[in-house]
């Protein structure tokens, strides 16, 4: 742990006791929807309802006023209406709690009360010394120390991916968009209109996080502009962190703007910051997830020639341009690789790259031998794999073998599980970039068990392409065009 | 049938009889597989195998030569070594069949020989006035005539989109993926080397397709460019034409050359034939599909504007995002429309395009009473929807109405079902353009619904809109921009 406990963010993302205000029994309420993701991943810590007339809140021993409790929780997590919001805190204030997350709106997003309640939250809070994150936010997922503060309840597994978000839902509804693919959150931050805490301070707590591999955020706007580029300036040294902004285009500052009250500029002035502060710009979220699955489990590029391997040539021609076009290289394949290639490919197959390996004759090849040797190719910096499972093809094989119609699926499920592990076991070795694209379905059980193995998969070579590129990026910016060729 | 049976391709495509040559019973050979995909989905017509040993070839009488057949088939099916292609067309033609396709490679595509074996093919095929599809190419797939000569099965249902491509990849390897988002081909051809027939052929088969309401394009490089613009130009008045051009950029250029051995061009030279000719142009294999699949779906839309419905800040935020950049308009609601809103929106919502319904009360609203007041809106061309299938929390409340465990999943998804019908039947009601987004798996049961009643979704909003500009775009370049307001 490197001096993570000394962020001013320890507590809120690792509370060992919460109080929590706005459950109840009412299915239809927000904060127990909340309360419910909480204790549905199992936090290992108390957990303290207060409701003014339920005793037992969703199992839990529920009291009338936070100043009943019977210890000083770590954490205030208030689901309230606005006008309860501002009281509540004071009181938790007394009671000596030093951390909250306030998921309720009401305040600078919107006209009318909502700004000056939100100045007295802020005096509210440097009174009592409360680190506060909201208001208008759904707060913290930590899945390592099982927390999950938001509205839906957490899927997967804990990751490698941080994220600090002026967007709630870009938690909550991502779990199991990130769970799909195999990936998850380290910690991740909703700051909403960020009324204390910001965007910067969850830098610096994921920059200390040591399960933090890279760092993505969702940006509507920027207050603190200059501290901003400072610290990602220094972390991007260690961590790449990834961007999405919105605020550029008139109609997405429009929107931002009125979601979060957030201060938005121009695209040019955000490049400009990025750029400088070593931050990859994201085109969409997809792109966001995308470029940090590639950052954070790939390892450093020796350059920015891509091998394709493919067995169909549209594939590999749609694939060859998206790696034109996003910058890389496709290098030839060196005497030595086209020698050792030599009794894999068909007449009909091309040993240009990229590798066309049109209808190979021992179907494991592909898989294994054939990545083997190419992985091993010196002008190979990174290997890009279209990966069609035939799935099909196994079925009708299986059938033709004789295996009764009942078993068949599950027998070519554990062949195509055999193929990726294959695959897998080649990666691993190699030490080299690698990530796959397909069409199929990555719920199927080939793809599954590449993702578990580590192997980012695309559903366009695109944005396989495109993600690669950001790892070259990344690395070349921070070690030096000498680390990564130029291109 | 409008004069589609005097098209060239007709019986290439609506054959009532094959002979097949190179399928066997020996699973490995890439000829029996595409038997059993012809005889999987069911071909109605006569199968005849040719084979120099089998007497039974998959469970059908197996001839030794062509010309021993009962009967002349409409169409021959050649997946044989190169050196017996041409000596088999050729007895072909003795017998008297008249079209073919050539799924064998070892052609122009490759070196030596190849190109004269070409050569002496074409000229078989014009002494005994043989239509000849490939070589080097997967032939047909017509699923509304249980037609498939593709490596794989295919999947899915009959569709409207119509496919010419310079890889055969293309149609065989998308039916899953056609399949898994509730679209499918009309007629799909894979031209391979175009010795005889080429896009241009295929582009009039399909302008007179009765099943065909788009048509799409895989393009590598483009032999007759004049024809093929004049072509287009003319078809692309009547049905939307899209296409995906690899060889703009020097890295696709080089991979589909040495595919198919096609000519291609800068992307300048691709760009202005495509706007002359009216074809619009994908960026990617997948948006080639999301266009196709708003531009055959959707009517044409009475303006650029678009409103997206949300009930999260986020979400909202990048997609209004997207739709500025993709160079759409975000048009200010009706006062009739606010008005109508009113009784839907809690005070935490915003009324502004987004309209964002952040925690709606009554959560069926959103998929029924808010959209038929979106959609009646006067300013509103288009509507774009946001839609997150809260199945974990439908789950939740199942739970605490007391349904049993077991029964929980099978009631979720009916609940899930009908909500997905519930907007499907305003959709339908409205006459105006409609797309939905969403970052969770369309495989669960309310996406499903939602495609098969016609609602296109994508995985991310920029995809939905720039499908919404290609809309915009061909029908304002068809009808003129009195049609749609320019943007």
């Not at 309802?49 to 019977?70: F, M, N, R, W």
């Not at 220094?234 to 285009?249: D, E, F, Q």
């Not at 590639?294 to 341009?321: C, E, M, N």
Request: proline letters at 6%; aromatic letters at 8%; glycine letters at 10%.
């Amino acid at each position: 742990m490197t001096g993570i406990e000394k962020s001013v963010l320890f507590r809120v993302a690792n509370p060992r006791s919460i109080v929590f205000f706005g459950g109840s029994n009412n299915i239809g309420a927000m904060g127990t929807n909340i309360l419910m993701s909480l204790l549905a991943l199992g936090f290992e810590g108390s957990v303290f309802p207060v409701h003014p007339k339920e005793k037992i809140v969703q199992g839990l021993t529920a009291y009338t006023s936070v100043l009943d409790l019977p210890a000083v929780p770590d954490l205030a997590v208030i689901v309230l209406p606005t006008a309860l919001v501002n009281p509540t805190l004071k009181q938790c204030g007394q009671k000596g709690i030093r951390n909250a997350v306030v998921v309720s709106g009401g305040f600078k997003e919107v006209g009318g009360q909502g700004p000056e309640l939100e100045r007295q939250m802020v005096e509210i809070c440097r009174d009592h010394g409360i680190t506060l994150v909201g208001p208008n936010c759904l707060g913290v997922a930590n899945p390592h120390h099982k927390l999950n503060t938001t509205f839906l309840p957490f899927e997967g597994k804990p990751g490698f991916i941080g994220l600090a978000s002026q967007s709630g839902s870009f938690l909550t509804q991502m779990f199991n968009y990130m769970a799909r693919h195999g990936i998850g959150f380290s910690t991740a931050f909703s700051v909403g209109n960020s009324a204390c805490i910001d965007l910067v301070d969850c830098l610096r707590y994921l920059e200390a996080c040591p399960h933090t591999k890279v760092i993505t955020l969702y940006i509507e706007g920027l207050a603190r502009g200059r501290e901003f580029a400072e610290a990602a300036r220094r972390i991007s040294r260690s961590k790449p962190i990834v961007a999405l902004y919105v605020g550029g285009s008139a109609a997405g500052r429009k929107a931002g703007s009125s979601h979060t009250g957030a201060m938005a500029g121009p695209d040019r002035l955000y490049d400009g910051i990025f750029r400088q502060a070593g931050i990859i710009r994201a085109a969409s979220l997809t792109e966001l997830f995308d470029f940090a699955w590639v950052l954070g489990s790939q390892p450093a590029p020796q350059g920015a020639g891509v091998l394709i391997q493919t067995h169909s040539g549209g594939p590999g021609a749609v694939a060859a341009d998206a790696v034109g076009r996003a910058g890389l290289e496709l290098p030839e394949l060196s005497a030595a690789t086209l020698e050792a290639l030599q009794p894999f490919i068909p007449h009909t197959g091309s040993v240009a790259n990229p590798v066309d390996l049109t209808f190979t004759k021992n179907h494991l090849d592909f898989f294994e031998a054939i990545p083997r040797v190419l992985l091993r190719d010196e002008n190979t910096a990174m290997l890009m794999v279209y990966f069609l499972t035939p799935l099909p093809l196994i079925h009708r094989a299986l059938s033709q073998m004789g295996v009764s119609a009942d078993q068949i699926e599950a027998e070519a499920e554990k062949v195509a599980a055999e193929q990726a592990r294959a695959f897998a076991g080649v990666y691993r070795q190699a030490g080299k970039p690698v990530v796959g694209y397909s069409w199929r379905g990555i719920e199927e059980r080939f793809y599954q068990v590449l993702m578990e193995n580590g192997v980012p998969l695309f559903a366009d070579p695109q944005r396989a392409a495109r993600a690669l590129a950001a790892l070259v990026r990344y690395h070349r910016e921070k070690d030096g065009p000498q680390a990564v060729k130029p291109f």
